[in-house]
T-cell receptor, first 110, second 113 residues
Framework: QKEVEQDPGPLSVPEGAIVSLNCTYS??????FMWYRQYSRKGPELLMY????GNKEDGRFTAQVDKSSKYISLFIRDSQPSDSATYLCAMSAMTDALNFGKGTSLLVTP | EPEVTQTPSHQVTQMGQEVILRCVPISNHLYFYWYRQILGQKVEFLVS????????KSEIFDDQFSVERPDGSNFTLKIRSTKLEDSAMYFC???????????FGPGTRLLVL
C-alpha cells in the first residue's frame, strides 16, 4: 500500500466553483500536513501547513485533517483560472522527509 | 520575499558523467534538502542536511550521490556517474528549523543521454 494516495485527476471546474481536493494516507505517525501548488515545470509552492487534526483557513483556502480516517482535504472557494495548477499533498512524521502524493491536476475554466 | 534559487535551470549530460547541481537556500535557514521528481511521478525525498552533515537520507541517495555546503551560501548535490534513470527534476528546499515549512526552489531539469 502506498503511503500517500492522491487522485491525479484531471479535475475541471468552472470559475467560481468550490474545489475539493483530498489525500489518504496509511502511516499513522504522520503529524504534519501540507498542501503545495505546482505550476508546470516549476517548484512546489506552499499553500497550507497544518499540525495534527483540525481545520485551517487562509483566504479562499481551507485545509482539513482527519487523523482518525487518515484523510486530508483542501477546499478552494470561488476558484479562479489562476488556480489552475497541480496540487500536491505532503506529510511528515517526526522526520525531515516530506512524503508527497502524486498531485491532482486542476483546471478552472472561465 | 526571500526565495530558494537553483542553477542551472537545465542540464544535459552524457551517461557516466559527473554533474553538480547548485542551490542557494534562504539566507537565515539552517536545514537544507534535495528532492527529485521523475516526469509523471511524485516528488521524492533524497537527503536532508544540517550543521554540515547529512541528517537523513532515502534509499535513492546511494553512494553515487553526495551533498556539500562549500561556503556560507551554496548547497550542492553531486551525482558522480550519472545513469539514464537519474533524468528528473531536482528540487532544493530549505527551512528555518526542522519540522517547519520547507520552501522549494524552481528546480533543475537534468537529462541524462
Amino acid at each position: 500500500q502506498k503511503e500517500v494516495e492522491q487522485d491525479p485527476g484531471p479535475l475541471s471546474v468552472p470559475e467560481g466553483a468550490i474545489v475539493s481536493l483530498n489525500c489518504t494516507y496509511s502511516n499513522s505517525a504522520f503529524q504534519y500536513f501540507m498542501w503545495y501548488r505546482q505550476y508546470s515545470r516549476k517548484g512546489p509552492e506552499l499553500l497550507m501547513y497544518t499540525y495534527s487534526s483540525g481545520n485551517k483557513e487562509d483566504g479562499r483556502f481551507t485545509a482539513q485533517v482527519d487523523k482518525s480516517s487518515k484523510y486530508i482535504s483542501l477546499f478552494i472557494r470561488d476558484s479562479q483560472p489562476s488556480d489552475s495548477a497541480t496540487y500536491l499533498c505532503a506529510m511528515s512524521a517526526m522526520t525531515d522527509a516530506l512524503n508527497f502524493g502524486k498531485g491532482t491536476s486542476l483546471l478552472v475554466t472561465p | 520575499e526571500p526565495e530558494v534559487t537553483q542553477t542551472p535551470s537545465h542540464q544535459v549530460t552524457q551517461m557516466g558523467q559527473e554533474v553538480i547541481l547548485r542551490c542557494v537556500p534562504i539566507s537565515n535557514h539552517l536545514y537544507f534538502y534535495w528532492y527529485r521528481q521523475i516526469l509523471g511521478q511524485k516528488v521524492e525525498f533524497l537527503v536532508s542536511f544540517y550543521n554540515n552533515e547529512i541528517s537523513e537520507k532515502s534509499e535513492i541517495f546511494d553512494d553515487q550521490f553526495s551533498v556539500e555546503r562549500p561556503d556560507g551560501s551554496n548547497f550542492t548535490l553531486k551525482i558522480r556517474s550519472t545513469k539514464l534513470e537519474d533524468s528528473a527534476m531536482y528540487f532544493c528546499a530549505s527551512s528555518a528549523q526542522v519540522q517547519e515549512t520547507q520552501y522549494f526552489g524552481p528546480g533543475t531539469r537534468l537529462l541524462v543521454l
